[in-house]
């Protein structure tokens, strides 16, 4: 791939970086859960440091990323996405927040796929990692939620 290539698909990531944060930003303004309203702060924070790290990449060549990738609840996968709506209750935020960070997830992983370039192909299993590791996050708050009575 050449550099131009490596710019457009970096840039593209950091579009949706940026779509993520608004989301979050969003949807905590939409929730009335403190807790969720907290998580939420928490995980638009994060979508700016990913952003920045994209941003650093496209300055210079992708480095070593170290992230935990064993844990996957595959909740999303089971999940129907509700619509975003001034009444949401806390649990269909969580559904949506986890839906998305697995998309991002999936787009990261295909990127990876593509690589030809090793160091390329590390930046965006790294970021995949990232991703899943705020999805498995948002699926430990969400089994808590919709399971209470394990506890």
Known sequence: MDVEGYRS???NAIDREIEAYTFYRTLQEKVRDENL???LDELAGEEIKHRKTLEAFLLKEPGELGFNTE???KVADTLETPPLSADLKPIDGLVIAI???LD???MYTQLAAL???PEQRKLFESLAAMERGHKARLEDIYTN???PEIW
């Open 9 to 11: 698909i970096l840039s």
């Open 37 to 39: 309203k907290n998580l």
């Open 71 to 73: 844990r996957d609840y």
């Open 99 to 101: 839906r998305k960070e």
């Open 104 to 106: 991002a997830m999936q």
């Open 115 to 117: 690589s030809d370039d």
């Open 145 to 147: 939620m919709a399971f």
